[in-house]
């Protein structure tokens, strides 16, 4: 009874590394336009891994659990962006009164 035990154990987790094919063999077996398509994404995959563990750096960093401060700092984001989209709302809205006011000068002239 122990050794079927110590065989399941061990055996176990020895077949599923054994099974498991590695990231270059699956790599491998994609058709040609999927792995064009892979090594083009690669960089841009990589620098939002790269964006993603300083952004937990920079969270880590606080006293506060990570949770908080992510949604803290994604809150300060998202109003910053509605800021944004409010202060373009009022330019867009400022440059059609003044056509308007042009509009309207020339159709007087």
């Known amino acids: 009874m122990l050794v079927g035990g110590a065989v399941l154990c061990i055996g176990g987790p020895a077949l599923v590394i ?6 270059e063999e699956l790599f491998k077996r994609y058709n040609p336009e999927l ?13 939002g891994f ?14 506060k659990p ?8 994604e809150a300060r984001t998202r109003a910053n962006l ?14 059609r009164e003044e056509i308007k006011r042009h509009a309207m000068d020339d159709s007087i002239d």
């Open 66 to 73: 990570i949770w908080e401060v992510a949604a803290l700092d």
């Open 18 to 23: 054994y099974v498991t094919p590695t990231e």
């Open 50 to 63: 790269d964006h993603f563990v300083g952004k937990l750096k920079e969270y880590s960093k606080s006293n």
């Open 35 to 47: 792995q064009k398509r892979s090594i083009e994404n690669r960089q841009a995959h990589q620098e």
């Open 82 to 95: 509605a800021e944004e989209q409010r202060k373009k709302a009022a330019e867009l809205q400022k440059r």
